[in-house]
Structure formats: C-alpha cells, structure tokens
C-alpha cells in the first residue's frame, strides 16, 4: 500500500518537504476519551497490548481524531523482557512491575534471546494497523533502548535514579555488556520482524539515558543503540537519548537517520553539531496547559528554530495524561498550519 502521507518518511530521509511533519510521543492514551473506553472494554493495559484487534484500534485513533502525520504502534516497550523471560504488570497508577529481576550470572544465562515470532501478537497488531490506516498515515515502530530495558530488568520497576542498575554496570561491568549483547540482539531481530509486518520507520527510546554519566552512556548504551542502527537498513532509525544532550556527536557519527531532543537541549547546537541527520522535538509537554495563544507562540517559535527542513516536530517526551483532547488538537493544526517565511532577495 503506497503512503498518500509520506510526509515523516521524507523528512526522515532529509529530504525537503512541503510542510513539517508532526506527531506525539504517547499520542494514543489517556488523553482520549475514545482511548479510555477501548482500555475500559478490554479491562486491563495488558490484555489490550496484547490484543491486535484493540491494539490496532487505539494506534490509528490519534490519525482519525488529532489529525497527526504518523501513528506509532499501540504496545510497550517491556514486552521484549517479557518475551526474554521476565513477565512485567502494569500496576494502575503505580506503572510497570516485574515479578522477577536479574541480579546475577545465572539469571543472564537463563535469558532467552528472543525472536520475532515470541512478540508475534505486537507483529499482528502492526499488519492490522497498516490494513486500517490505509495508506493514511506512515506506521511507527519502536523498542526500548538495550540501556532503558536493562534498568527496569535490574530494578523491577521505575526509579528516579535507577541506583541499582548503576551499581550493576559499576560492579559487574562484563556481565553488564553480556546482558546489554543479548538485548541488542533481541530487539534487533524484534524490529526487522516489526519491519516484516509493515512498519515504515522506527523509533528507538533511551528514557533513562539522562541517569548515566557521558563516559558510562557512550559504554553501555550509545553503541549497543549505534548496532541496533547499523542492523536496520530497511526503514529510518530515530534515537532518542532523554537527558543526554552530549551523545549528539556520537549520534551523528552514527547510521540513524534521527536524532530526538527534549526541551533542554539546544536546537543550534544540535544543527551544527549534527548537520547531515535529521532532529525530532522538542517542545515541552507542559507547553500544552498553557492558553491558545501561549500554544501558539511556543509552537512556532520552536518551528522557526528548527527551520524548514530535516524537522520532525513533536514533544520533547511522551504527552502527560491530564493534557486536554483540545489543546493536543490546537498543537497539531498549528504546526500544520505554519508556514515559514521565505526571504526573496
Ligand atoms: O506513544 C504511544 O502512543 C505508543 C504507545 C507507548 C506506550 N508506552 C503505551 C503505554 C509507547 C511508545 C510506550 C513506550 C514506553 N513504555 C517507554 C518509553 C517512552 C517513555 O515514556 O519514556 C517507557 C519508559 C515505558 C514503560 C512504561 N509503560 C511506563 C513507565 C508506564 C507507566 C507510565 C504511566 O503513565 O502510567 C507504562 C504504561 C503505559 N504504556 C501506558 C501507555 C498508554 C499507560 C497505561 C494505561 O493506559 O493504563
């Protein structure tokens, strides 16, 4: 099925576009009332990851309703632990739970590597959701960073400093990289099989990177991500590295197409210091709280720094569920609104 919006692809490629593109971290959830009621039918998160009929559902929702330019398959990155041996829960309100971690040699060892076909729910999902967007929209998909997965395996649930994760790396540094090797290579047979299915780009997500210090991020996390980039030649590869604005260089040496950035890090620098990749954000979720007008003026001054091209515009992290529907919807026609000024000398 050819894209009649290819709009994403094209940006990502570096190509010239006639307008930027735009979508949302997070963009199916909570702050859709139609997603609230597929998640209340289906009873629990789980069962709607895991049921391609819902998960297609809720993907293609935010195409249908804010108008986006891309959907990103409805799922969770820790379905690849799970799929290597570590069921998780998502706890309401509490969010992610493993009943079993990893603390030791014999915990690795007992790590599958996992296949495509162990997540073949999640490739269903996306083969149903390439049927119900028809060509709408280009389909995201996605994998936790091998560091992000590592820390939850480690911890078992969500931390503000992920203390024993880090003291797994400074502890036990060759058993660390044996476990970051077999979620490398886990994710990379994960994603081409995401690929098989039909998505059309893929986005790779470092939400704990800003916890390692630049020396540990470039060991255990930036060149596991940099394999993952080398092993898909397929589709574009966006990276996302949350609070770690100095792995844009290695980035850039890098094969990704795309290098994301949160609101802390500095358009400019990122042009120059990346000029040959193109960069998705950054604006900061809590923009969307503020009035219309405040919106506005936020919005386009982000577009105008980023310029006309190799832009993807969208949050600098995943949308915060008490946002209003309204406000999300006034964000996106802006941007699509916008067009930049053309000087004519
Ligand atoms: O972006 C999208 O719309 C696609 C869906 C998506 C989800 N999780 C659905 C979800 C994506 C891309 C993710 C990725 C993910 N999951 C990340 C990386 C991105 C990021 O936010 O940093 C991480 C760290 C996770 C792990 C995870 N899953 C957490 C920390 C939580 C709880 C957070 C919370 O707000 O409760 C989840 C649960 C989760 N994943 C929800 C959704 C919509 C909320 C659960 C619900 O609706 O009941």
Redesign the pocket.
Known sequence: MKLMNDLLIRAARGESTERTPVW???????ILPE?RQV?KDAGS?KT?VNTPDLASEVTIQ?VEILGVDAA???????VLPEAMGLPYE?A??K??WFGRTVENRHDIEGLKIAEADDLSFVLKAIEQSKKKLAGRAPLIG?A?APW?IFA?MIEGT?SKTFSKAKKFLYCEPALSHKLLEKITLSTIYYLKGQIAAGADII?V?D??AGVLSPVQYREFSQRYINLISEGISEVPVIVFA?GAPYSVTGFAQSPCDVIGMDWTMNVKEYRTKAPNKTLQGNLDPCVLYAVPDVIKQETEKMLTAFGPDRHICNLG??LY?DTEKEKVKFFVDTVKNFRHHTVIH
């Open positions: 949302l971290m997070r963009q199916a959830g909570r997603y998640r998160f709607l935010p990103i398959i409805f799922s969770d990155i820790l998502i309401e309100s969010g992610p996605f936790g992000t939850y969500g986005q997500f939400s704990w949350k992290h995943g569920p």
